[in-house]
């Protein structure tokens, strides 16, 4: 990744090769495909993604693993002020344990230190323990319960927090 926190080009990722770069309207259709594979009911629409993709850079960073064209990943970042919100991480089923989920929340992290926030949040389902473990293994803790966060399902979120300058464990 280059010090100006762009990603085109960045760096490969897992065994798979991929690439982080910065998504783009393009990449919308096949976003929503595997939106729609791993959260169902509750994916964010188009007109949602393209709401957030309108505010970047002002304050949105939306990144997607490019492997060659193929989409393995994706994540999003809100910033406020001081302050940074994880607004979404995915990745493709079969790219699970490849890295390419640690890669972009890295890439977030990275973003999130460049523009000069203490501290970052984030929600994920109770009952997604693979996404706990890995918000845990880079220094996230539970600071809270949001009850039947998730729609339309109602299922709860956990709500964490970790400082951006913490190392990860």
Known sequence: MKGDGQV??????????????????ADLGTVLELERALFGDEGWSRQMLEGELAAQ??????L????HGVLAGYA?????GA??????????????????????????LAEAARRGCAEIFLEVRTDNTR??????????SQIG????????????????RRDVGEAAR
């Not at 850079?57 to 939306?62: E, I, M, V």
């Not at 999003?76 to 406020?80: H, P, S």
């Not at 990745?91 to 929340?105: E, F, I, M, N, Y």
């Not at 996404?131 to 996230?140: H, N, P, T, V, W």
């Open 64 to 67: 997607v693993a490019d492997d």
């Open 57 to 62: 850079p002002r304050s949105r960073y939306y």
């Open 131 to 140: 996404a706990q473990r890995l918000y845990r293994r880079y220094g996230f």
């Open 145 to 160: 319960i949001r009850r039947g966060y998730y729609q339309p399902s109602g299922a709860d979120a956990l709500v964490m």
């Open 83 to 108: 302050q940074a919100d994880v607004l979404t991480l995915a990745v493709a089923a079969d790219r699970w344990g490849q890295g390419t989920g640690s890669a972009l929340l890295e890439a977030l």
């Open 8 to 25: 085109s080009g960045g760096p490969r990722i897992g065994r798979a090769e991929a690439t982080l770069r910065a998504m783009t309207p």
């Open 76 to 80: 999003g970042l809100l910033v406020a």
